[in-house]
């Protein structure tokens, strides 16, 4: 699980530590993600996006971008990572060439 952004026409997430989610990707790129909506359309089916993509790992901004997207997730008074001076951490770029899934966004 991860918080997902936008930022230059690309989804975005960050970590702070070198997890195992970095290392499959610098083994191999290709990467899918899946957003679950609360939706519920009309045949009765949960609504969800995934996007198949590329994902380009760079190092350091991840402390930024986190406590932005911890404005979005969580409230726009928390501070997250809550420590002081954070690891530069990892930012991922997910350049995404195919869209599908079940809803609005596949018509």
Do not use: C
């Not at 195992?20 to 609360?38: F, G, M």
């Not at 901004?61 to 420590?83: C, K, N």
Request: proline residues 7%; glycine residues 12%; hydrophobic residues 40%.
């Amino acid at each position: 699980m991860a918080w997902l952004g936008l930022a230059d026409g690309e989804v975005v997430f960050g970590t702070l530590n070198d997890q195992r989610k970095l290392r499959n990707l610098r083994h191999d790129p290709r990467i899918a993600v899946t957003v679950q909506s609360e939706r519920i359309n009309e045949w009765g089916l949960r609504e969800y996006l995934v996007l198949d993509g590329t994902a380009r790992i760079t190092e350091g901004g991840a402390s930024d971008l986190l406590q932005r997207l911890a404005r979005t997730y969580l409230g726009p008074d928390f501070v997250f990572p809550a420590m002081p001076n954070p690891p530069p951490g990892f930012v991922v770029r997910i350049g995404f060439n195919r869209v599908s899934g079940v809803g609005r966004w596949t018509k």
